[in-house]
Each structure stands twice: as C-alpha cells, then as structure tokens.
T-cell receptor, first 119, second 113 residues
Framework: DVKVTQSSRYLVKRTGEKVFLECVQD?????MFWYRQDPGLGLRLIYF???????EKGDIPEGYSVSREKKERFSLILESASTNQTSMYLC??????????????????FGEGSRLTVL | DQQVKQNSPSLSVQEGRISILNCDYT??????FLWYKKYPAEGPTFLIS?????DKNEDGRFTVFLNKSAKHLSLHIVPSQPGDSAVYFC????????????FGKGTKLTVNP
C-alpha cells in the first residue's frame, strides 16, 4: 500500500511565525503535490514537484515555498504565517506517467492532512 | 477560470436510494476523470475513474458516466448507505499535460438512515 505521511495532523501557530509542513511518501513516486482545502473552495494546488530539486507553482503559490531535497520528502514552508493561511493542507504523490510507471489514470495518493490554525 | 465545476454544494438522500453527483468541465484536453471521497479530518481517497474514450465505468455500487459532447460526468451510488456521507470531489487530468489533477469544489453528500 502507498503511504503518504504528513508530519503533523494539527498545528496552531501565531501570525508571523515560520511554519514547516513535512510530507514523506514510501512508494518512490516522482511527483509530489501540496494542496489546501477550504470550505466552498475545494482543493487548490499550491506547488508541485516532478523530481528532486524541481518545483513548479500551482494555482495559489503566494505566501508559500517548497523544498524537495530527497525524492521521498516534500516540504511546504510558510515564511510568515498569516490568518488567511488557516486551512487543511494535503500532500499527495503519484508515479510519473512519462516514465511509464504506475497508474494510467493519474491517480494521486493523499496523506491524512494537516490542519493549520494561525492565530 | 474553473475548469471543473460541481454546481451542487450539497445533496441529501435517503438510505437505499440512488445518489447522483454531477460534474461539468471546460477543458477539452482532459483525458481522465477521477472521483475522490473525503471524510472530515482525513485525506481524500480515490473512488473511481473513467477514461475519456469510455462513457461508463462501474465498480460495485459506484458508476461513473461520461458525456463528452456535453462535457459532463456523473457519479451514481446505488444503493446509498450512511457510510457514503462525505464530500465528493470530481477531478480531471491531461496525460499529455502536467499530470496534475484539477479538482472541482466538491459536493457534500448526506445519506439519511
């Protein structure tokens, strides 16, 4: 079974603090993603990565950065947390279709989520 | 520009009846569509998918129908069970594109006993 593990299920931080959200997957997937989920807004893509040290902006990258130093780990960084970043953060991974591996449907495997509250 | 639209934020059905969740898309490049189910405080889990070259895919109580000309897909759950109560997300992806999924805003399904 694919396992995507997010380091913290619940975090409470103060405005202006630096926040790290860690994600690790154990299936040697090339692709990793960070989404946030908000009521009425669905799942919105923040950043994604196709390979180590590669990253691309998603739909809402402002206020966030990412790091992918190892294939299995993808970190989301909030340099200076703000109250509008209170949300559920979801990490996901998938095998690369370009490399001919894995699911042909583009299925993403999600972690359990990290609920961040910024006060 | 919303590429995937789920116009019903919520749906309520009786246990044992059919649940029909709808999804519209605008991106003609999508070649796979997926449905995910999400319980509160958990990550989304994959439910069922369909290739754009098909018009129906069935897996147990779940069936997805695709109408390419109308750019519309629907998820049917028969019979509905209380454990099906969750938020359902529709998503599209383009295999020749960036391999990322584009999600709709979700529909909250409540199945009443």
């Amino acid at each position: 079974d694919v396992k995507v593990t997010q380091s913290s299920r619940y975090l409470v931080k103060r405005t202006g603090e630096k926040v790290f959200l860690e994600c690790v997957q154990d299936m040697d997937h090339e692709n990793m993603f960070w989404y946030r989920q908000d009521p009425g807004l669905g799942l919105r893509l923040i950043y994604f990565s196709y390979d180590v040290k590669m990253k691309e902006k998603g739909d809402i990258p402002e206020g966030y950065s990412v790091s992918r130093e190892k294939k299995e780990r993808f970190s989301l960084i909030l340099e200076s947390a703000s109250t509008n970043q209170t949300s559920m953060y979801l990490c996901a991974s998938s095998p690369s279709l370009a490399k001919g591996a894995g699911s042909a449907t583009g299925e993403l495997f999600f972690g359990e989520g990290s609920r961040l509250t910024v006060l | 520009d919303q590429q995937v639209k789920q116009n019903s934020p919520s749906l309520s059905v009786q246990e044992g009846r059919i649940s029909i969740l709808n999804c519209d898309y605008t991106n003609s490049m999508f070649d796979y569509f997926l449905w995910y189910k999400k319980y509160p405080a958990e990550g989304p889990t994959f439910l069922i998918s369909i290739s754009s070259i098909k018009d129906k895919n069935e897996d147990g109580r779940f069936t997805v129908f695709l109408n390419k000309s109308a750019k519309h897909l629907s998820l049917h759950i028969v019979p509905s069970q209380p454990g099906d109560s969750a938020v359902y997300f529709c998503a599209g992806t383009s295999q020749g594109g960036s391999e990322k999924l584009v999600f709709g805003k979700g529909t909250k399904l409540t199945v009443n006993p």
